[in-house]
Protein backbone atom coordinates (compact mmCIF):
# COMPACT_ATOMS: atom_id res chain seq x y z
CA UNK A 1 0.00 0.00 0.00
CA UNK A 2 1.31 3.60 -0.70
CA UNK A 3 1.65 6.45 1.60
CA UNK A 4 1.86 10.05 1.18
CA UNK A 5 1.41 11.40 4.40
CA UNK A 6 1.57 15.29 4.84
CA UNK A 7 1.49 17.08 8.92
CA UNK A 8 -0.21 20.20 9.88
CA UNK A 9 0.68 21.58 13.30
CA UNK A 10 -1.81 22.79 16.06
CA UNK A 11 -1.02 24.60 19.36
CA UNK A 12 -2.74 21.47 20.73
CA UNK A 13 -3.23 18.96 18.24
CA UNK A 14 -1.16 17.48 15.50
CA UNK A 15 -3.17 16.36 12.43
CA UNK A 16 -2.07 13.71 9.75
CA UNK A 17 -3.32 13.58 6.40
CA UNK A 18 -2.65 10.84 4.24
CA UNK A 19 -3.09 11.97 0.37
CA UNK A 20 -3.10 8.72 -0.97
CA UNK A 21 -5.97 7.17 1.17
CA UNK A 22 -7.98 9.92 0.97
CA UNK A 23 -11.40 9.23 -1.46
CA UNK A 24 -12.74 12.53 -0.77
CA UNK A 25 -15.58 11.39 1.33
CA UNK A 26 -15.71 15.25 2.68
CA UNK A 27 -16.66 14.73 6.18
CA UNK A 28 -14.36 16.74 7.75
CA UNK A 29 -15.04 19.35 4.96
CA UNK A 30 -18.39 19.63 5.59
CA UNK A 31 -17.92 19.17 9.58
CA UNK A 32 -15.04 21.76 10.18
CA UNK A 33 -15.19 24.18 6.37
CA UNK A 34 -12.95 26.39 8.65
CA UNK A 35 -10.14 24.07 9.55
CA UNK A 36 -10.60 21.93 6.21
CA UNK A 37 -11.06 24.53 2.59
CA UNK A 38 -9.32 22.59 -0.33
CA UNK A 39 -9.15 25.46 -1.93
CA UNK A 40 -6.93 27.37 0.63
CA UNK A 41 -3.18 26.62 1.20
CA UNK A 42 -2.13 24.89 3.36
CA UNK A 43 -5.92 23.36 3.25
CA UNK A 44 -5.76 22.35 7.01
CA UNK A 45 -5.42 25.00 9.78
CA UNK A 46 -5.52 22.62 13.14
CA UNK A 47 -6.02 26.53 15.24
CA UNK A 48 -9.46 27.66 13.61
CA UNK A 49 -11.15 25.03 15.80
CA UNK A 50 -10.87 23.47 19.59
CA UNK A 51 -8.83 20.02 19.70
CA UNK A 52 -11.79 18.50 20.74
CA UNK A 53 -13.92 19.60 17.84
CA UNK A 54 -10.91 18.82 15.29
CA UNK A 55 -10.63 14.77 16.68
CA UNK A 56 -14.65 14.69 16.95
CA UNK A 57 -14.66 15.40 13.06
CA UNK A 58 -11.41 13.35 12.10
CA UNK A 59 -13.04 10.10 13.74
CA UNK A 60 -15.83 10.47 10.86
CA UNK A 61 -13.27 10.17 8.21
CA UNK A 62 -14.25 7.26 6.69
CA UNK A 63 -11.02 5.87 5.09
CA UNK A 64 -8.57 6.46 8.03
CA UNK A 65 -6.68 9.41 5.60
CA UNK A 66 -7.13 11.70 8.77
CA UNK A 67 -5.71 10.46 11.78
CA UNK A 68 -4.23 13.17 15.41
CA UNK A 69 -2.45 13.17 17.90
CA UNK A 70 -3.22 15.59 20.87
CA UNK A 71 -0.48 17.36 22.71
CA UNK A 72 -2.38 18.94 25.34
CA UNK A 73 -2.66 15.69 27.18
CA UNK A 74 -6.79 15.44 25.65
CA UNK A 75 -8.30 11.87 24.71
CA UNK A 76 -6.68 10.11 22.09
CA UNK A 77 -8.67 8.44 19.33
CA UNK A 78 -10.33 5.24 20.55
CA UNK A 79 -10.41 1.64 18.73
CA UNK A 80 -14.19 1.35 18.44
CA UNK A 81 -15.77 -1.25 20.26
CA UNK A 82 -17.99 -2.87 17.39
CA UNK A 83 -16.45 -3.84 14.12
CA UNK A 84 -18.45 -2.78 11.16
CA UNK A 85 -18.51 -3.12 7.85
CA UNK A 86 -20.47 -0.68 5.44
CA UNK A 87 -21.45 -1.28 1.88
CA UNK A 88 -21.27 1.81 -0.30
CA UNK A 89 -23.09 2.10 -3.40
CA UNK A 90 -21.31 2.00 -6.41
CA UNK A 91 -18.35 2.16 -3.91
CA UNK A 92 -16.09 0.88 -1.30
CA UNK A 93 -16.47 -0.99 2.13
CA UNK A 94 -15.97 1.21 4.74
CA UNK A 95 -14.57 -0.55 7.69
CA UNK A 96 -14.38 0.74 11.66
CA UNK A 97 -12.86 -1.41 14.41
CA UNK A 98 -9.90 -2.81 15.76
CA UNK A 99 -8.41 -3.68 11.73
CA UNK A 100 -5.54 -5.85 10.78
CA UNK A 101 -5.12 -6.19 7.11
CA UNK A 102 -2.53 -8.95 6.48
CA UNK A 103 -0.69 -9.03 3.65
CA UNK A 104 2.75 -11.50 2.68
CA UNK A 105 5.11 -8.09 3.21
CA UNK A 106 3.22 -7.41 6.69
CA UNK A 107 0.19 -6.66 8.93
CA UNK A 108 -1.00 -3.02 8.38
CA UNK A 109 -3.27 -1.82 11.54
CA UNK A 110 -5.79 0.78 11.84
CA UNK A 111 -9.80 1.50 12.85
CA UNK A 112 -11.14 2.93 9.51
CA UNK A 113 -10.26 1.95 6.37
CA UNK A 114 -11.70 1.57 2.62
CA UNK A 115 -11.36 -1.48 1.13
CA UNK A 116 -11.49 -1.31 -2.74
CA UNK A 117 -14.63 -3.82 -4.21
CA UNK A 118 -14.65 -2.27 -8.20
CA UNK A 119 -11.56 -4.59 -8.57
CA UNK A 120 -9.60 -1.61 -10.30
CA UNK A 121 -7.77 0.56 -7.42
CA UNK A 122 -4.26 0.81 -8.46
CA UNK A 123 -3.70 0.92 -4.49
CA UNK A 124 -5.32 -2.38 -3.68
CA UNK A 125 -6.56 -3.44 -1.24
CA UNK A 126 -7.09 0.19 -0.03
CA UNK A 127 -9.64 2.03 -2.52
CA UNK A 128 -8.44 5.24 -4.71
CA UNK A 129 -11.59 6.70 -5.89
CA UNK A 130 -11.22 3.94 -9.33
CA UNK A 131 -14.97 3.08 -9.17
CA UNK A 132 -15.80 6.25 -10.37
CA UNK A 133 -14.63 5.25 -13.80
CA UNK A 134 -18.51 3.29 -13.28
CA UNK A 135 -18.46 0.23 -10.99
CA UNK A 136 -21.82 -0.16 -10.28
CA UNK A 137 -23.33 -1.99 -6.92
CA UNK A 138 -25.85 -0.88 -4.64
CA UNK A 139 -25.27 -1.01 -1.28
CA UNK A 140 -28.23 -3.25 0.31
CA UNK A 141 -27.54 -6.64 1.93
CA UNK A 142 -29.28 -9.56 -0.34
CA UNK A 143 -29.36 -11.96 2.93
CA UNK A 144 -29.67 -11.47 6.87
CA UNK A 145 -27.68 -13.48 9.17
CA UNK A 146 -28.08 -12.93 13.18
CA UNK A 147 -25.29 -14.27 15.68
CA UNK A 148 -26.11 -16.66 18.21
CA UNK A 149 -27.19 -15.82 21.75
CA UNK A 150 -23.37 -15.87 22.50
CA UNK A 151 -21.93 -13.73 19.60
CA UNK A 152 -20.63 -10.87 20.85
CA UNK A 153 -19.17 -8.06 18.35
CA UNK A 154 -15.36 -6.52 19.15
CA UNK A 155 -11.58 -7.82 19.19
CA UNK A 156 -9.72 -8.02 16.18
CA UNK A 157 -10.85 -7.69 12.75
CA UNK A 158 -8.89 -9.84 10.51
CA UNK A 159 -8.78 -8.72 6.44
CA UNK A 160 -6.68 -10.97 4.38
CA UNK A 161 -6.71 -10.16 0.62
CA UNK A 162 -6.28 -13.94 -1.03
CA UNK A 163 -3.76 -13.80 -4.41
CA UNK A 164 -6.28 -13.08 -7.08
CA UNK A 165 -9.37 -14.02 -4.86
CA UNK A 166 -11.67 -11.93 -2.28
CA UNK A 167 -11.37 -10.57 1.32
CA UNK A 168 -11.22 -13.59 4.02
CA UNK A 169 -12.44 -11.64 7.01
CA UNK A 170 -11.80 -13.26 10.60
CA UNK A 171 -13.08 -12.18 13.43
CA UNK A 172 -16.70 -10.74 14.58
CA UNK A 173 -18.15 -8.56 12.50
CA UNK A 174 -21.59 -6.59 11.44
CA UNK A 175 -22.43 -6.16 7.92
CA UNK A 176 -24.80 -3.13 7.11
CA UNK A 177 -26.65 -2.08 4.27
CA UNK A 178 -27.25 2.11 3.00
CA UNK A 179 -31.28 1.00 3.96
CA UNK A 180 -30.65 -0.27 7.00
CA UNK A 181 -32.55 -3.26 7.11
CA UNK A 182 -31.12 -6.73 6.43
CA UNK A 183 -28.13 -7.71 9.17
CA UNK A 184 -25.75 -9.60 8.64
CA UNK A 185 -23.11 -10.77 11.58
CA UNK A 186 -20.38 -13.09 11.46
CA UNK A 187 -17.16 -14.25 12.53
CA UNK A 188 -15.66 -15.63 8.81
CA UNK A 189 -16.57 -14.45 5.09
CA UNK A 190 -15.62 -13.96 2.19
CA UNK A 191 -15.79 -10.62 0.44
CA UNK A 192 -15.90 -10.05 -3.30
CA UNK A 193 -12.89 -7.51 -4.52
CA UNK A 194 -13.15 -7.93 -8.20
CA UNK A 195 -16.10 -5.96 -8.65
CA UNK A 196 -17.70 -8.78 -10.17
CA UNK A 197 -19.73 -10.95 -8.16
CA UNK A 198 -23.42 -11.67 -8.35
CA UNK A 199 -24.10 -11.61 -4.68
CA UNK A 200 -21.82 -8.71 -3.35
CA UNK A 201 -20.59 -7.74 -1.30
CA UNK A 202 -20.10 -11.55 -0.90
CA UNK A 203 -17.86 -13.64 -3.41
CA UNK A 204 -19.26 -15.95 -5.51
CA UNK A 205 -16.57 -17.16 -7.48
CA UNK A 206 -16.59 -14.69 -10.50
CA UNK A 207 -13.07 -13.67 -9.95
CA UNK A 208 -11.80 -16.69 -11.36
CA UNK A 209 -14.16 -16.88 -14.67
CA UNK A 210 -13.19 -12.96 -15.19
CA UNK A 211 -8.93 -13.87 -14.32
CA UNK A 212 -9.03 -10.83 -11.80
CA UNK A 213 -5.50 -10.54 -10.56
CA UNK A 214 -3.96 -8.78 -7.85
CA UNK A 215 -0.55 -8.87 -5.93
CA UNK A 216 -2.01 -7.41 -2.52
Not at 127 to 139: I, R
Not at 144 to 152: A, D, F, P, Q, R
Not at 169 to 174: L, S
Not at 181 to 192: D, R, S, T, Y
Given at each position: ?????????????????????????????????????????????????????????????????????????????????????????????????????????????????ALCRCGL??????????????????????????????????????VIPSLNG???????????????????????????????????????????????????
Open positions: MKKKIYQYSGEEIEVSYDLVRCIHAEECVHGLPQVFNPKKRPWIEPNQASADELADVIMRCPTGALHFERTDGGFVEHVPDENTIMIVPDGPLYLRGEIEIIEPEGTFRDTRVSKNKPLCDNSHLKGFQADGKLAEEKLGSETWVNGGVLKPFEIRGNFEIRGVDGGAKFLGNQEWLCRCGGSGNKPFCDGTHRKIGFSSEA
